[in-house]
């Protein structure tokens, strides 16, 4: 069946990613643990993922293995940034991708001057600051329908859908209702901006930021469960080193292009 009638129909439809490097993981725990009798748990209620030499190793570049931090580019792209927190590394992978790349300079830049940054509404500032004052998530095009312009949550989803969808026709209407209000398909009000308070240049400028934004914004969710594993590796190289490359070696071991 094709996704968008199983959709229609009220099915959900989920993707499964097979990923070696979970078997990474899985093998270095087990090799520290023989050699060492050490036992690593990253799941476990000690677990914390704010290691200052894990960010150091990534900050530095020397990210060969590391999940998702692997390429020039990215490598690159984390010695400018220099990561402090799993929120950067999150962000990293989600903004390294054919068009949000063109934000990476100004998210670097914010990340080393707060001061600088300037939010076009003040209710913007709790949904933006995490992320420096940049666009980088669809729940944050979510929460901004919601906290401007008094969306529930199933209809801010229906927007980013929209949007992420590039519906012009349904997002020409849709902009009246982010500033004047309406009802959603449920008969719910919403309030819009101008009842909440946003001038309406402002509110257009921001739906206008959204509009081009949203159509490569991405979800949250899949990049935090990345940078959790991205982190993992990271610490696994830092602490770890001969067990997580023999790990990875080992995992590859019919590849010589990899081994090499």
């Known amino acids: 069946f094709n996704m968008v009638e199983c959709e229609e129909l009220g099915l959900l439809k989920m993707d499964f990613l097979g990923l070696r490097t979970l078997t990474d993981i899985k093998k270095a725990i087990d090799l520290v643990k023989q050699t060492k009798g050490i036992d690593i748990d990253f799941y476990g209620p000690d677990a914390t993922y704010d290691d200052a030499g894990v960010f150091e190793l990534i900050s530095s570049?020397?990210?060969?293995?590391?999940?998702?931090?692997?390429?020039?580019?990215?490598?690159?792209?984390?010695?400018?940034?220099?990561?402090?927190?799993?929120e950067d590394i999150i962000a990293g992978i989600s903004l390294y991708r054919p068009g949000p790349m063109q934000y990476i300079d100004d998210y670097v830049r914010n990340k080393r001057n707060p001061a600088g940054i300037k939010y076009d509404h003040p209710l913007l500032e709790p949904i933006l600051s995490v992320t420096y004052g940049i666009m980088v998530y669809q729940e944050q095009v979510m929460r901004m329908v919601q906290d401007l312009a008094g969306y529930s949550m199933g209809n801010a989803d229906n927007v980013r859908r929209m949007m992420s969808k590039k519906k012009l026709d349904?997002?020409?209407?849709?902009?009246?209702?982010?500033?004047h209000g309406g009802t959603d398909n449920k008969g719910k009000k919403i309030d819009g901006c101008i009842k909440r308070g946003v001038p309406e240049d402002v509110g257009n400028k921001i739906f206008d930021d959204m509009?081009?934004?949203?159509?490569?914004?991405?979800?949250?969710?899949?990049?935090?469960?990345?940078g959790y594993l991205a982190y993992q590796t990271a610490y696994l190289k830092r602490y770890h080193t001969v067990e997580?490359?023999?790990?990875?070696?080992?995992?590859?071991?019919?590849?010589i292009e990899e081994i090499r």
Do not use: C, W
């Open 244 to 255: 997580f490359v023999t790990a990875v070696l080992n995992n590859r071991i019919t590849n």
């Open 211 to 226: 509009m081009h934004f949203a159509s490569y914004a991405f979800n949250k969710s899949h990049a935090a469960a990345y």
């Open 170 to 179: 349904a997002m020409n209407k849709e902009r009246e209702v982010f500033l």
């Open 61 to 86: 570049g020397d990210t060969h293995a590391v999940f998702q931090l692997e390429s020039e580019g990215m490598k690159k792209f984390m010695k400018d940034l220099k990561p402090t927190s799993l």
